[in-house]
């Protein structure tokens, strides 16, 4: 039996972002590139770690990149109610750890997710108030350039890949705000992302975000 822990409010003002993209657009580059920004400028956000059954990628630390759980162990954080959302993705099952999510929005911390299409609509089903930005590619052939490569996928996968990425990219219409990567732009769409996320915080500076 599935249980769901208190509800719990985010300091005034606190923003809950989620970052969307199809595989490939450069989604952990730009938030590398936000975190680089300086703070005093680019807002204090809180990112969460989202955990995923998947095996890591060579390159990825654990606690850092995902949480990387056995299917058991992730079945158990979903059934109790840990997770604000959870999809499977790829063959893999993908979910935020709603604990972190409450805490840092507490602290008035804005929160970035970095989720797919369909973690990104059950948040917002949950948390009407959640700021959805999606990032799209400057054209598809540039997305399956990136995607080949990086050379992280098998043939199969980078098939699947290619054709979730149109399914994704059909999907950007249910977003607050899209965002083209420029290739070599990473800094430039880490800006955009900054100047959207401190405009809304403008426009809501008094309210206190709800995670049920």
């Not at 630390?61 to 954080?77: E, H, N, V």
Request: aromatic fraction near 6%; proline fraction near 5%.
């Amino acid at each position: 039996m599935t249980s769901e822990p208190e509800a719990r409010y985010g300091a005034p003002g606190a923003q809950l972002v989620i970052i969307s993209g199809p595989s490939g657009v450069g989604k952990d580059t730009i938030i590398d590139a936000l975190r680089a920004r300086d703070p005093e400028t680019g807002g204090d956000y809180q990112y969460i770690v989202t955990c995923t059954t998947r095996a890591p990628r060579p390159g990825e630390i654990p606690g850092t990149s995902y949480q990387f759980l056995s299917r058991r162990g992730f079945r158990a954080l979903r059934d109790a109610g840990e997770l604000l959302e959870s999809a499977e993705v790829h063959g893999n099952w993908y979910g935020t750890p709603r604990r972190d999510v409450a805490d840092a929005l507490a602290q008035g911390r804005d929160v970035i997710l970095k989720i797919d299409v369909q973690g990104a609509a059950a948040v917002k089903e949950r948390v009407p108030e959640a700021l959805l930005i999606f990032i799209v590619p400057p054209s598809l052939e540039a997305l399956f350039q990136r995607l080949r490569s990086r050379a992280t996928e098998t043939a199969d996968e980078l098939e699947i890949r290619q054709r979730n990425a149109a399914i994704e990219l059909a999907r950007q219409g249910d977003y607050d705000s899209v965002v083209v990567n420029e290739t070599d732009q990473v800094d430039r769409t880490a800006a955009e992302i900054q100047a959207i996320v401190a405009q809304e915080k403008r426009r809501n500076a008094d309210r206190r975000i709800r995670i049920g």
